[in-house]
């Protein structure tokens, strides 16, 4: 039996499967936490989960500044009103 080689690069197929499964409302989130955070998984895979929940966490950040921002302005204008 051989080894799973985790360095070895992903064809096509298994990057369209990776997508498609990270484009999964609940099961996608779980998956690239998953991906991200075992020691199992491929190399690749593993970098481009990491990358995507960070990129997924800068936009959380900025959704909530814009919310807070905006949020606030539309609060006091209902209070100097």
Request: glycine share 8%; net charge negative.
């Amino acid at each position: 039996m051989q080894a799973f080689d985790d360095n070895r690069p992903l064809d096509p197929k298994e990057w369209a499967l990776t997508i498609f499964i990270t484009s999964l409302p609940l099961i996608g989130v779980i998956m690239l936490l998953v991906w991200a955070f075992s020691e199992g998984s491929n190399i690749h895979k593993k970098n481009f989960a990491k990358g995507t929940l960070i990129l997924w966490l800068i936009g959380l950040i900025i959704f909530m500044a814009f919310l807070f921002l905006f949020g606030g302005i539309a609060v006091l204008s209902n209070i100097f009103d």
